[in-house]
């Protein structure tokens, strides 16, 4: 009776090792994906030297009462060059835009805005990555939405695309400064 | 006695070496203990499946950092990982919580061996039965008797 359960086993297994690839192939599914936990969380609080001489310190009120897009970069990350337009458009759509400076030689880092245009409202200095771990960032480039409350909506942690900002952030941006 | 101290040489260069710089330790050795406890539990961001304590990324030193302020300022361990995980989520934790969406994991392989166990249990039960005997075939119907008794009279009886 029981041997010829057996019989199916080997094929039973087959069918759910087949699905679980399936799924894994079909749905996206990353398990490098380290997801969003802010999101739906206050923003931590934090307070940075300014980058430019005689700018003013990004701290955590820098995004009360007003939506605010946070983006932390570097001038030595490649990813951050090909988002850098999308941050100059955000800008000029009215888009509060600060910046935060990720392990960066200041001087290289201005350099860098120079050349490519500055969209920053403010841009604080993360010299040693204490900010990074206080947003949970793994790397750079990542950009999050945090809206009137302090409350952090979006964090993407890769490099912003046209479609982003198009699809999500621009309309993201309006629906909570309703 | 010169093998001996090549040899001790040889096991004290293989011991594990540490991405923890000196600089980055704690004076106080308590707190330091505590640091490198939840660090060897703390999965870097950037590597696969390393510890922060074994990592030698940037990021993994910002996170022991962290986790060191947090300490000297007076957190317990539950709260420093309480603090990287409402940033980096369960992600860091080498050791995954258990809750219902890592049910299957947890408990998957005892439930497997449970069920491999039960199988070969029945299984060594059934052999067994068959070879002593099962209880009702050792007891024979007064007319099975009969004609077991009648066959063997035949055969005893058979002419050479």
Known sequence: ?178 | MKVLAALALLLALIAPAHAVDPDEMLADRALEARARAISAEVRCVVCQNQSIDDSNAEIARDMRRAIRERLTQGDSDAEVVAFLRARYGDYVLLRPPFDWRTGLLWLGPPLVLALAGFALWRRSRQTRLARTGTPAAAELSAAERARLDSLLGDDREAPR
């Open chain 1, 1 to 178: 009776m029981s041997n010829r359960w057996l019989f199916v086993l080997p094929l039973l297994m087959l069918v759910i090792m087949a699905g679980f690839f399936a799924y894994a192939l079909t749905q996206n599914r990353n398990p490098g994906d380290i997801g969003a936990p802010l999101v739906g969380h206050k923003a931590p609080v934090i307070e940075l030297a300014p980058l430019h001489e005689g700018g003013a310190r990004l701290t955590s009120s820098d995004w009360q009462g007003k939506v605010t897009v946070v983006n932390f970069f570097a001038s030595w990350c490649a990813p951050c060059l090909v988002e850098h337009p999308l941050f100059l458009r955000l800008k000029s759509e009215g888009v509060r835009l600060h910046g935060i400076n990720y392990r960066n030689k200041p001087e290289e880092a201005k350099a860098w805005l120079a050349r490519l245009g500055d969209p920053y409202e403010r841009i604080g200095v993360d010299p040693e990555g204490k900010a990074g771990v206080e947003f949970g960032i793994s790397g750079v480039p990542e950009t999050l939405v945090i809206d009137r409350a302090g409350i952090v909506r979006l964090h993407l942690r890769r490099p912003i695309t046209a479609d982003d900002v198009n699809g999500t952030i621009l309309p993201m941006v309006r629906e909570l400064s309703k």
